[in-house]
């Protein structure tokens, strides 16, 4: 039997899947439950895309239980026909997955002022969600209302998306904050976050890497759960999923990283895990920062406050202390999902990478 979608860093999980659907009892008590197992589930939500790839029903079909939506790329179902967009939007919603458009087909339709005749088009075909972003047009929340009545009406979602695709024309934080409570004045419960693909855009930067203080003044004013953070490498899912968990919200992932992502939810490594591991004997840099490590490495996690009082050091030399370590790939600062205001920091080793 060949395994479309399934590569080698995800073999052995996908194996365990099956055999677990088969025998229900196997290591079932090594195995972390997922906090939301039935759909629609409302975190720990995974967004594929479809960029027409071929598919085989058969080994969709396991992997569909860990699917909560796929996105049709871009302006691909103008490509196709209306009888063809049907057969695939039945294809997945006969395994339970939901089918979105990308928000480049929308904001053409807006563009074009066919945003009602698109609507319209998109429900009588199947779609279930229709994204909009502001990629290359700028909407006041009078017009988005407008427009979110629009699409409603018809009984599709309406999934907000935050963000600009070029790297030369990033939004900063406070322009991402103002945008992402525009969505959630208009009653939206989950915000995707644009990465593109994944390099330069959003919260990740030129290396791919992210951006943990761009991060840290996002969720600082909205909980993690607030987002559907598109993450389109590996070595980013993996990351996501170690910092908040796994009830962590991931879109623009590839067929292919499907079990890796859901593996890693359940508590098992990847290769594309250990990426995300920065291994260092011992800090660089002064006194401080090395004292501030080995606190943290003993105490973790830990709130800055409580590094002031075990270190005795002033408020001014702790957080150089953390921003130093932060830039090393030492240490790494959660937010918690449940209270967005509390920030602990913990080492980046192997071992952390279980803690989803």
């Known amino acids: 039997m060949s395994f ?17 659907a088969i025998y229900p009892n196997l290591l079932k008590d090594l195995v972390k439950n997922r906090a939301d197992q039935q759909k629609p589930r409302k975190e720990g939500l995974t967004y594929i895309i479809d960029r027409f790839q071929g598919l085989d ?24 026909s209306d009888t063809l967009l049907k057969r695939k939007i039945k294809f997945y919603h006969d395994v339970g997955v939901r089918v979105s458009t990308g928000s480049t087909i929308t904001e053409f339709a807006i563009l074009e002022h066919s945003l009602e005749r ?14 909009i972003g502001e990629n290359s047009i700028d909407i006041s929340i009078e017009c988005k209302r407008k427009i979110m009545d629009l699409i409603t009406s018809l009984g599709i979602d309406v999934q907000w998306k935050v963000g600009r695709k070029d790297p030369r024309h990033q ?29 330069s855009v959003g919260i990740y930067d ?20 607030t987002f559907i953070f598109e993450a389109p ?32 939810r359940r ?3 990847t290769k594309a895990a250990f990426g995300v591991s920065y291994l260092r004997k011992n800090p660089e840099g002064g006194p401080a920062a090395k004292f501030i490590y080995y606190i943290i490495k003993t105490k973790h996690p830990i709130e ?3 590094l002031i009082s075990l270190s005795h050091l002033p408020r001014r030399t702790v957080q150089g202390a953390i921003d130093e370590l932060k830039l090393q790939g030492l240490i790494i600062g959660r937010n918690s999902l449940d209270d967005a205001r509390k920030r602990v920091y913990v080492p980046v080793h192997s071992d952390w990478l279980y803690t989803i």
Not at 4 to 20: E, S
């Open 171 to 199: 939004l900063n934080a406070e322009e991402i904050s103002y945008k992402i409570s525009d969505a959630l004045k208009l009653g939206s419960n989950k915000v995707v976050l644009e990465a593109n693909e994944g390099v």
């Open 118 to 131: 698109f609507a319209k088009e998109a429900a009588a075909i199947g779609f279930d969600t229709i994204e």
């Open 206 to 225: 030129e290396k791919s890497l992210i951006k943990w203080n761009l991060m840290g003044a996002i969720t600082s004013k909205f909980p993690p759960s």
């Open 304 to 306: 800055q406050s409580d």
């Open 4 to 20: 479309v979608f399934i590569n080698n860093t995800t073999k052995c999980a996908v194996a365990y899947m099956m055999l677990n």
């Open 57 to 80: 029903r058969e080994n969709f079909e396991i992997l569909a239980p860990f699917i909560d939506t796929v996105k049709i790329h871009t302006a691909l179902p103008l490509l196709a």
């Open 267 to 269: 508590g098992f490594l």
């Open 233 to 264: 490498l590996e070595s980013q899912q993996s990351a996501l999923i170690a910092e908040f968990g796994q009830r962590v919200n991931l879109a623009e992932i590839h067929p292919e990283s499907v079990a890796s992502v859901e593996s890693q």
